[in-house]
């Protein structure tokens, strides 16, 4: 039951704690929430929520790579003349 301001925030915690592990881990977080103190509570969300921050960061990033990776080369650009390099290859 929530009778206070405090039962308030405490339920708002243990729920957005809950939805925030379930985005980051797939599974919700179980934990004792009788024995933890709003303070705990709060330092527990804020550190899933800098962890999805993370997350949502590198999955832009390998977003933006991959974009530019399909792009490929640009079709004015000339591969070299196979035949200025031929005295590189190695021999058997």
């Known amino acids: 039951g929530v009778y206070t301001v405090e039962d308030f925030r405490r339920n708002e915690l243990i729920n957005g704690i809950s939805d925030a592990s379930k985005d980051l ?25 800098r962890q999805l921050r993370i997350q949502f960061e590198e ?6 790579y991959e974009a530019e990776l399909k792009k490929g080369l640009p079709d004015d650009c000339e591969p ?13």
């Open 25 to 49: 881990y797939g599974c919700r977080l179980r934990l004792n929430w009788n024995e933890m103190t709003i303070e705990e509570m709060e330092s527990t969300y804020d550190n899933i929520c």
């Open 59 to 64: 999955e832009q990033a390998a977003e933006a």
């Open 80 to 92: 070299f003349p196979y035949e200025e390099y031929a005295d590189l290859e190695e021999v058997a």
